[in-house]
T-cell receptor, first 111, second 115 residues
Framework: RKEVEQDPGPFNVPEGATVAFNCTYS??????FFWYRQDCRKEPKLLMSVYSSGNEDGRFTAQLNRASQYISLLIRDSKLSDSATYLCVVNRDGATNKLIFGTGTLLAVQP | GAGVSQSPSNKVTEKGKDVELRCDPI?????LYWYRQSLGQGLEFLIYFQGNSAPDKSGLPSDRFSAERTGGSVSTLTIQRTQQEDSAVYLC?????????????FGPGTRLTVL
């Protein structure tokens, strides 16, 4: 079983749709959680950190459930430019900044 | 300011040859990480440098892989006697320090193809 698991998709949604991605992690010692975005043949870029209380950045909302070891990302009012692979990322343990990446969820927003 | 840079952007080599990949972190960042991304796979942690501390090499897949960081800045990842399974994109990242809350900024990667 992978340390970070995501549905690979693809998620094909029309512009303006709301889409949600989920992710589970296996190491209960993980302390930091992130969503990264990776465009085709580009490097990953931090989209947002994920906090226990949940956090929002414009059209993006991230939530963390430590008890279930579950992370989610909600994108509202999808734009064509949101098309990318979304990577769920956790740190390996509470003491280091080694990141463990999920394989990513591919989102394709259609006109 | 300038981001993380890596060179070369692409490298094609023959099986059995050695390759060196270079990473220039963001100026002032003390932590540097190497990852690799194989086709259809997530990023895989390889090695981590933090300041003058001994590097964390726990992710290196074999003793053919080594890395060094000179002067606390530029890093070189060396793969000896390359194999076809080494083909991947090698990504370098840096962060201000090694704190678990620090954002890691990635370079554009080196795409390695072993024929």
């Amino acid at each position: 079983r992978k340390e970070v698991e995501q549905d690979p998709g693809p998620f094909n949604v029309p512009e303006g749709a709301t889409v949600a991605f989920n992710c589970t992690y296996s190491n209960s010692a993980s302390q930091s959680f992130f969503w990264y975005r990776q465009d085709c043949r580009k490097e990953p870029k931090l989209l947002m950190s994920v906090y226990s209380s949940g956090n929002e950045d414009g059209r993006f909302t991230a939530q963390l459930n430590r008890a279930s070891q579950y992370i989610s990302l909600l994108i509202r009012d999808s734009k064509l430019s949101d098309s990318a692979t979304y990577l769920c990322v956790v740190n390996r343990d509470g003491a280091t900044n080694k990141l463990i990446f999920g394989t990513g969820t591919l989102l394709a927003v259609q006109p | 300011g300038a981001g993380v840079s890596q060179s070369p952007s692409n490298k094609v080599t023959e099986k059995g040859k050695d390759v060196e990949l270079r990473c220039d972190p963001i100026s002032g960042h003390t932590a540097l990480y190497w990852y690799r991304q194989s086709l259809g796979q997530g990023l895989e942690f390889l090695i981590y440098f933090q300041g003058n501390s001994a590097p964390d090499k726990s992710g290196l897949p074999s003793d053919r892989f080594s890395a060094e960081r000179t002067g606390g800045s530029v890093s070189t990842l060396t793969i000896q006697r390359t194999q076809q399974e080494d083909s991947a994109v090698y990504l370098c990242a840096s962060s201000l320090s090694g704190m678990i809350t620090d954002t890691q900024y990635f370079g554009p990667g080196t795409r390695l193809t072993v024929l």
